[in-house]
């Protein structure tokens, strides 16, 4: 193909060197072809008078001009809700060696969304960054070859978040709300606020309803308000009570050893999952258990429909008649019943304290052990390599 353009001629002040005295090669001639990039884009500049700076100001417009074609569609009313998340420095520089270490969510812009994510949200998160990242973009802006390192964890993403079960894997382990666990309510952070409702309420309530979406049952009932029956209430703790929970751990599972075909070595790792997968399980169904005792134990509700209860009976004894001395009789029975039941409820504070004091006690006993099993584990795979 022909360019309408020739290259400049010599400045007319210019002198051909003198041929070197001695030379390992004979000076040749040779014709140069008029092609690739770094020739079209001397011409350009040539055609349109632009120095090296303009030149490159105008391919940024150029292509920043021809990614918001590439997106129209996914923008605007087409969007979702997807919008543009910040990327951080550190999320740039993430390896993809270490995708099983990595938030898929944060990585496709999706933080905000999480587990509530469409599949169609996903698509159109993943086309954006895919217009903003891919290696040959990049490569085309600034004329050099660029590291598509960040660009191969886009795709791990795109690729475990649009596979089901990958996805129900990783929504298993999502380190946002493993983070979140870390600072569910205590005993402590109740003192003083025995009385009030709404931070009881405003407390519990945002952990059941995280916790909804690994049931297998639906529908899940959410904690309420104060004022709900005592068959509401029931109904709530029995089936918080045995909670029956889809989720599983299998994206922790430990990779065989890579190039190993030895089927010693698939047939161990494959059984120190299996034994990870049911000790995690069984620390997971033991959290939340014992979040649900914590919740009733402090729940007003129960305190009311108790309340509601013991009025009950005493207005249908008073219904059956009586005299004065009987209701002098009532009433040293009801101070009677006042008094032993704060004498319970100290009791039971007591109890409460001496429980947390044993869970404590059992959680860093738990930690030792896992330590001494994981400093075993350390020390056997460093035997076995």
Not at 151 to 167: D, M, N, S
Not at 295 to 316: C, F, G, M
Not at 339 to 351: G, L, P
Not at 358 to 375: E, L
Request: glycine fraction near 4%.
């Amino acid at each position: 193909m022909a360019c309408p353009t020739v290259l400049p001629a010599f400045p007319p002040n210019w002198i051909e060197p003198a041929p070197p005295a001695k030379s390992t090669s004979p000076v040749v001639q040779r014709r140069l072809l008029q092609a690739g990039a770094a020739y079209l884009a001397h011409v350009r500049r040539t055609i349109n008078n632009l120095s090296f700076e303009q030149y490159d100001e105008e391919v940024e417009e150029e292509q920043k001009r021809l990614e918001a074609l590439n997106a129209d569609g996914i923008n605007g009313e087409d969007d979702l809700g997807v919008g543009d998340e910040e990327e951080s420095p550190e999320l740039l520089l993430l390896d993809p060696k270490e995708w099983k270490k990595q938030d898929h969510y944060q990585v496709l812009g999706l933080s905000h969304l999480r587990y509530t994510a469409t599949p169609e949200q996903i698509k159109i998160a993943h086309r954006k960054k895919v217009l903003k990242h891919h290696p040959d973009k990049k490569a085309g802006v600034s004329h050099s070859t660029n590291d598509d390192a960040f660009f191969k964890c886009i795709q791990k993403a795109f690729e475990v978040l649009t596979h089901p079960e990958r996805r129900r894997q990783f929504d298993s382990v999502d380190p946002h709300y493993l983070a979140l666990d870390e600072d569910a309510p205590t005993v402590s952070d109740f003192k003083g606020k025995e009385k009030d409702d709404d931070f009881f309420f405003n407390s519990m309530g945002p952990i059941f309803e995280r916790e909804a979406r690994f049931s297998k049952k639906t529908p899940v009932p959410m904690l309420g308000c104060y004022d709900d029956p005592k068959d509401t209430v029931e109904a709530f703790y029995d089936f918080w009570y045995n909670f029956d929970s889809w989720r599983s751990f299998e994206y922790l599972d430990k990779e065989v050893n890579e190039g190993s075909d030895s089927r010693d070595d698939k047939r161990y790792t494959e059984k120190k999952n299996k034994s990870e997968r049911a000790r995690r399980k069984k620390e997971d169904t033991a959290r939340l258990r014992s979040f649900v005792d914590l919740t009733l134990s402090l729940d007003p509700r129960i305190k009311r429909i108790k309340q509601e209860e013991k009025e009950a009976r005493e207005a249908k004894k008073r219904g059956k008649g009586g005299n004065t001395g009987a209701e002098s009789k009532a009433k040293a029975e009801e101070a009677k019943r006042k008094a032993e039941e704060e004498a319970k409820r100290k009791e039971e504070e007591e109890k409460i304290a001496r429980a947390e004091a044993k869970k404590a006690k059992v959680a860093a006993a738990n930690a030792a052990k896992k330590a001494r099993r994981a400093q075993r584990a350390a020390e056997g795979d460093a035997g076995d390599a």
